[in-house]
């Protein structure tokens, strides 16, 4: 079959592989019916992520299963399944305390952007839907897999609740679920920052109330502006640079939360500085799991539609164009069709 591989920097190719087997008892194999490509994955192609050997790419999943270990309980052969990016086996300690991506027996999903996958910790991992879905909830409930429920996790973390002002930095993928999510848990006010028209008009459409175009110190300033130089008492930190972070604490109120889900690229502390903010900071993989019944009962009874995230379709034979076009932003996230 051809997958996704990525040979260094820019250099990512469409190959041919061998279909996955079944390894362990606790194994499925499922036949996706769409991948994409994550805002993680730009990171070993730009090259902030060193690659030293060549890479199976994706980590973002749904569809059929076709098989599965002798192991395997709850999932069965042509069952339509979603499952997080982080494997788990939701039965640890840290799984039933609602954090499966630290679970004791944790991996990443990869090689997913391609038309069969192996998914390890099925049991713990997948989720299956009552019935087959319609097609055009596909995009919806892949979103789920990974970009929604990551931006759900940014907005648990920094504690939106219902009538709270929110604030959202960064305006890729998750940034544009975060805005949803907190929609969702009854924000009054979610400030979205963002400076490019086609994330502000989807933003807007996911639930923001106001803009945010500026960045750093002037990005603070707006933001202490609008809330009558208080701050936010939520803020969802969906970028992972040292800009990005800083803007965050500093946009929060004291006793504020930030909920940090970018995964952080050369980004530092001040203890000091830190202390005396007096803000909370929760982040980390996104314990998908926990949220993945929710998510997948919004999106099949037709409550949210994150699959509009999804700007840009392409055939597998296609990827690195769709690397090229999220690289140069020309799409905010790339869906795969098989």
């Known amino acids: 079959m051809l997958a996704t591989i990525l040979h260094g920097p820019g250099d990512v190719r469409c190959e041919e592989v061998s279909e996955p087997k079944i390894l362990k008892p606790t194994d499925a194999i499922i036949k996706l019916s769409a991948s994409c490509i994550c805002g993680s994955d730009l990171w070993p192609y730009r090259g902030a992520n060193e690659v030293t050997a060549p890479l199976s790419m994706g980590h973002e999943y749904c569809g059929v299963v076709?098989?599965?270990?002798?192991?395997?309980?709850?999932?069965?052969?042509?069952?339509?399944?979603?499952?997080?990016?982080?494997?788990?086996?939701?039965?640890?300690p840290h799984c039933r305390f609602g954090f499966q991506s630290s679970c004791e027996q944790r991996e990443f999903m990869t090689g997913a952007q391609a038309p069969y996958a192996r998914v390890p910790l099925a049991d713990g991992t997948l989720v299956a839907t009552a019935d087959m879905p319609a097609d055009d909830l596909i995009p919806s409930l892949l979103a789920t897999s990974d970009v929604l429920g990551t931006g759900w996790y940014a907005a648990d973390a920094a504690g939106v609740q219902e009538g709270s002002t929110a604030v959202v930095v960064g305006d890729g993928a998750v940034g544009l679920m975060g805005v949803?999510?907190?929609?969702?848990?009854?924000?009054?006010?979610?400030?979205?920052?963002?400076?490019?028209?086609?994330?502000?008009?989807?933003?807007?459409?996911?639930?923001?109330?106001?803009?945010?175009?500026?960045?750093?110190?002037?990005?603070?300033?707006?933001?202490?502006?609008l809330t009558e130089g208080v701050g936010a008492a939520s803020v969802l930190e969906c970028v992972g640079t040292q800009e990005s972070m800083?803007?965050?604490?500093?946009?929060?109120?004291?006793?504020?939360?930030?909920?940090?889900?970018?995964?952080?690229?050369?980004?530092?502390?001040?203890?000091?500085?830190?202390?005396?903010?007096?803000?909370?900071?929760?982040?980390?993989?996104?314990?998908?799991?926990?949220?993945?019944?929710?998510?997948?009962?919004?999106?099949?009874?037709?409550?949210?539609?994150?699959?509009?995230?999804?700007?840009?379709?392409?055939?597998?034979?296609?990827?690195?164009?769709g690397y090229k076009a999220m690289d140069e932003r020309r799409a905010i996230k790339t869906l795969l069709r098989f």
């Open 66 to 92: 076709v098989e599965v270990g002798s192991a395997v309980k709850t999932v069965k052969p042509g069952q339509f399944v979603v499952g997080s990016f982080c494997l788990s086996d939701n039965t640890c």
């Open 246 to 321: 800083s803007q965050a604490i500093a946009s929060a109120r004291p006793g504020g939360k930030i909920g940090f889900v970018g995964v952080p690229h050369g980004v530092t502390f001040d203890g000091q500085n830190l202390f005396f903010q007096q803000k909370s900071l929760l982040g980390g993989p996104a314990p998908v799991r926990r949220f993945l019944p929710y998510l997948m009962d919004l999106v099949v009874d037709r409550k949210i539609n994150p699959g509009k995230v999804f700007d840009l379709e392409l055939p597998l034979a296609d990827v690195a164009e």
């Open 180 to 225: 949803l999510a907190a929609r969702q848990m009854g924000a009054e006010r979610i400030i979205a920052m963002s400076r490019h028209k086609t994330r502000q008009d989807l933003a807007l459409e996911f639930g923001a109330t106001d803009i945010v175009s500026e960045r750093g110190d002037a990005g603070v300033a707006r933001i202490k502006e």
